[in-house]
């Protein structure tokens, strides 16, 4: 077994990172266990169980098995818990605002916590638009039982090229999605079957890619610049959570945002965090 420690770019607010993967947690495919999460990664090509240890100086990973390479281990979990970002910068720009300040007292070390995956991310966040988080996670888990592979007990979230296979009656079948939403889905899984898409575009240039995609509009666009991309200046003023903490409509949400910049998504992951997560 491996061992690998990965270390956080100043406090981590390890207690909100493991709010926010519990709220989304795909049943079969994803467990928490106090401060422990534990999925199927693949590594070096092929499927391991790991498990991730999270605590406020950063993150343990254990790995099941001896891997080839345990730095790009190490950049993966850096880069989807966010740990090389510099938080304290950030709070100190918002500590003065009236909405913000009294959420970055209250949770320093907040972080954007993405994905392991981008066609992953992209695909949960289809399955999961217009319905509730309960909702979504029943979706996911669906097509995780039906084409997830197996390893100790969990199964593997599908890659694009196995579900790229499947007609859109058969992603609708298996999931109980609307046909409307398997479409969509079967339109990524077709788009991602070779590989990342997304990574290394220019934030305005994913954004024109993902809503060039039918069935995907700007709330899916920006949830994915902020939570696939990292992207850290991504407002969405189309979120309804956003949007009642702020007590805004649309229009003067992302007018408001604009103080935020450039950490607007530092400034949303506050927001959903204080009214969703915890």
């Known amino acids: 077994m491996n061992?690998?420690?990965?270390?956080?770019?100043?406090?981590?607010?390890?207690?909100?990172?493991?709010?926010m993967l519990t709220a989304h947690a795909i049943p079969c495919a994803e467990e928490l266990d106090g401060t422990t999460y534990r999925r199927i990664l693949d590594i070096d090509g092929a499927p391991a169980r790991v498990a991730i240890t999270l605590d406020p100086q950063g993150a343990t990973a254990s790995v099941d098995r001896t891997i080839d390479d345990p730095r790009s281990l190490a950049a993966l979990i850096r880069r989807w818990f966010d740990l090389d970002t510099d938080t304290d910068r950030i709070e100190r720009q918002f500590a003065t605002d009236p909405t913000l300040?009294?959420?970055v007292a209250r949770r320093p070390g907040l972080r954007i916590i993405g994905y392991p995956d981008?066609?992953?991310?992209?695909?949960?966040?289809?399955?999961?638009q217009q319905v509730s988080l309960a909702a979504a996670r029943t979706f996911a888990s669906r097509l995780v039982a039906a084409h997830g592979n197996p390893l100790d007990g969990l199964r593997a979230f599908p890659d694009a090229a196995t579900l790229a296979q499947l007609s859109v009656e058969e992603i609708q079948g298996c999931t109980g999605l609307t046909h409307t939403r398997a479409r969509t889905l079967h339109e990524v899984s077709n788009r991602w079957a070779d590989g990342s898409l997304l990574h290394n575009l220019p934030a305005a240039d994913?954004?024109?890619?993902?809503?060039?995609?039918?069935?995907i509009g700007p709330w899916t666009a920006d949830y994915?610049?902020?939570?696939?991309?990292?992207?850290?200046d991504t407002f969405a003023p189309a979120d309804l959570v956003a949007r009642r903490a702020l007590g805004l409509d649309?229009?003067?949400?992302?007018t408001r945002a604009q103080e935020w910049a450039p950490y607007r998504s530092y400034a949303l992951l506050h927001l959903w965090t204080d009214a969703a997560y915890l």
Not at 224 to 232: G, I, Y
Not at 250 to 254: D, E, I, L, V
């Open 3 to 19: 061992v690998i420690r990965v270390p956080a770019r100043g406090p981590f607010h390890h207690e909100a990172a493991l709010a």
């Open 118 to 128: 981008e066609f992953e991310a992209v695909a949960t966040t289809v399955i999961g």
């Open 206 to 215: 994913a954004r024109s890619l993902l809503l060039g995609i039918t069935g």
């Open 224 to 232: 994915l610049l902020v939570r696939a991309l990292h992207h850290p």
């Open 250 to 254: 649309q229009k003067a949400a992302a």
């Open 101 to 103: 300040g009294p959420l």
